[in-house]
């Protein structure tokens, strides 16, 4: 997997949460029914709890357009959407746990051929631990089952259709640094290049509390 690609799936392979949703989740940027304990809680203490990715508020197409221009690939992407949901579980224990449920997302793009639409849906759910050091957020990989469907359209004719395994998150933020803010029912996740730190690649991924403290 080249360097742009892996950052393109990097905000909704973070998507996590359980096998099963319950219907009393609040969809991203709706805090309703939350307790009010969590709107006080910050930092570490803040973390614990089932987290929904807002991907549209995440999606920083600058981010992966630099990285495919140092690539050599002359063409620039927009978002174009999606659907589906993403959820990060986070417990006092040490645990974590993220699953996609149809999270589906369009990539739109210009080429010579014409339009061109790429579109992910994945589905899955992987399961890891985490730990926190100041404002730094590491992850451990565990076991994972996890797939992506990849369509691309050009000029309205389908080019190609594939299936195939999508890596687990934990196993992905081995390679990166990440930072987080965490205040009352909002949760910014940053990330850094390589494990080192490096360039700041996606800055301020917005999750938004989905149940109250767990």
């Known amino acids: 997997m080249t360097r742009y690609a892996l950052i393109l799936l990097l905000p909704f392979?973070?998507?996590?949460?359980?096998?099963?949703?319950d219907s009393s989740y609040s969809t991203a940027g709706d805090v309703s029914g939350i307790d009010s304990p969590s709107i006080n809680l910050a930092g570490a203490d803040c973390l614990a709890g089932t987290w929904e990715l807002d991907v549209e508020s995440s999606y920083n197409?600058?981010?992966?357009?630099?990285?495919?221009?140092?690539?050599?690939?002359?063409?620039?992407?927009?978002?174009?959407?999606?659907?589906?949901?993403?959820?990060?579980?986070?417990?006092?224990?040490?645990?974590a746990e993220y699953t996609m449920d149809n999270l589906t997302i369009t990539i739109n793009a210009?080429?010579?051929?014409?339009?061109?639409?790429?579109t992910n849906t994945m589905n899955g759910t992987s399961t890891g631990t985490y730990a926190v050091d100041a404002d730094t957020l590491r992850f451990t990989d565990g076991t994972g089952n996890m797939t992506t469907n990849t369509e691309m359209m050009m000029g309205g004719r389908q080019m190609s259709s594939s299936s195939s395994d999508l890596e687990s998150?934990?196993?992905?933020?081995?390679?990166?640094?990440?930072?987080?803010?965490?205040?009352?029912?909002?949760?910014?996740?940053?990330?850094?290049?390589?494990?080192?730190?490096?360039?700041?690649?996606?800055?301020?991924?917005?999750?938004?509390?989905?149940?109250?403290?767990?």
């Open 110 to 118: 210009d080429s010579p051929m014409g339009p061109m639409t790429m």
């Open 169 to 214: 998150v934990f196993e992905t933020s081995d390679r990166s640094l990440m930072t987080y803010e965490c205040t009352g029912d909002v949760l910014l996740i940053n990330v850094h290049e390589n494990a080192d730190g490096g360039s700041l690649v996606f800055e301020g991924m917005r999750f938004v509390r989905s149940g109250g403290p767990a």
């Open 13 to 21: 392979a973070l998507a996590c949460g359980g096998d099963d949703f």
């Open 61 to 95: 197409m600058d981010a992966v357009n630099a990285m495919m221009a140092d690539d050599g690939v002359g063409m620039e992407l927009e978002f174009g959407g999606s659907e589906g949901r993403g959820f990060m579980t986070l417990g006092r224990d040490g645990s």
